[in-house]
């Protein structure tokens, strides 16, 4: 069974992440990807993986460092009825 096991990649690959990796771009550093990470305490949200950037955004479009953090998640609400 081991033997089915696709290892092209195996030199080439040196990247483990525990959070899911998403396409979108950095706005802030403009670092390729980034990561989404779900829990309990703040939900669903996007960051940026680069250590020096503070770029954190909760999925629904609403911005976890703003003051109206709430504002967006009733629009996204609406437009999914």
Request: glycine share 4%.
């Amino acid at each position: 069974m081991m033997e089915a096991l696709d290892r092209s990649n195996y030199p080439k690959c040196d990247g483990v992440f525990w959070d899911k990796p998403v396409k979108d771009a950095c706005p802030k550093c403009a670092a390729p990807y980034l990561l989404e990470k779900t829990t309990k305490k703040e939900g669903t949200f996007r960051y940026c993986k680069n250590e020096d950037c503070d770029y954190k955004m909760a999925v629904g479009n609403t911005d976890l460092t703003s003051d109206n953090a709430g504002e967006n998640t009733a629009s996204v609400a609406e437009r999914a009825e």
